[in-house]
């Protein structure tokens, strides 16, 4: 079976990479990331954000990040040129907004200029939703219902929910139940590596049976992608993890299909 890993960061110069990947049982090298992504037949990663402006290795593919808002809103002629730029690079297949770690709601209309030009160039704007990796974030802005305003909105944009809003699941869900234009990547939801499968699917047992139920009600899976937020946690756990969340039947849409549409990958 063929994987797109629909989130992950890529950054090879800042130390919190480097631990949280060796927490994972992972390198933080573009070398292991590649030998990894062969050996479990990942055969496209999308990179959240742009941190270091670099050319990605193949198969790694981008978001362009707009990660201060205030900055974009005095500035948006020079902001929106250098998106554009990126857009016009084959690599880049999206943009990615980082409220709650910024102070900022999604359908704020000063942004109506940027889902106009993702809206030109046909790429889904990815949204971090759920908990934050920073105490000083506030998390009333990555709320998933905030995509709800977004979507209505501006019906035309795709918009990704990241993290399935994680632990706000069922806020999430409602939302793609409302909003056909919204798709969301299940990422975010593991950290570090599994020592005992058999003992973390006893403890993660309730959690693991109602994210199951409720995605299986939904029914909604040509509208969720695997990701693993790469380095965060083992890839090879994310797809067990994954596995044990989606059924059989529809693991080709969730596991490949399913990015491969949204982000017109491959």
């Not at 992950?8 to 480097?18: I, K, R």
């Not at 040509?222 to 989606?246: C, H, S």
Request: net charge negative.
């Amino acid at each position: 079976m063929k994987i797109i890993d629909a989130h992950l960061h890529f950054c090879v110069t800042e130390q919190y990479f480097f631990d949280i990947a060796k927490k994972a049982g992972h390198e933080n090298s573009a070398e292991h990331l590649l030998s990894e992504y062969k050996r479990l037949n990942i055969v496209a990663g999308v990179v959240m954000g742009n941190r270091e402006d670099m050319d990605y290795p193949s198969p790694l593919l981008y978001c362009v990040g707009v990660e201060r808002f205030e900055e974009f809103k005095a500035d948006k002629e020079n902001h929106l040129k250098h998106i554009e730029k990126h857009f016009q690079n084959a690599n880049c297949v999206g943009v990615k907004l980082y409220p709650g770690y910024d102070a900022f709601y999604v359908y704020d209309d000063a942004l109506s200029s940027l889902y106009e030009l993702c809206l030109r160039y046909k790429k889904p704007i990815a949204v971090h939703t759920g908990l934050t990796a920073s105490a000083n974030a506030l998390l009333k802005y990555s709320h998933p219902l905030v995509i709800d305003e977004a979507a209505t909105k501006f019906p035309q944009n795709n918009f990704v929910i990241c993290h399935l809003g994680e632990p706000w699941f069922i806020d999430a869900i409602a939302v793609m139940m409302k909003n056909p234009n919204v798709a969301a990547d299940l990422s975010g939801m593991l950290e570090g590596k599994i020592a005992d499968y058999d003992e973390f699917l006893d403890v993660e047992k309730y959690f693991i049976d109602e994210l199951y139920g409720r995605l299986r009600a939904f029914n909604g899976y040509n509208r969720l992608m695997f990701g693993t937020d790469w380095p965060l946690a083992n890839l090879e756990d994310y797809i067990f993890f994954t596995k044990k969340i989606i059924p059989k039947d529809y693991w080709n849409l969730v596991f490949f299909d399913n990015a491969n549409r949204i982000y017109n990958l491959l």
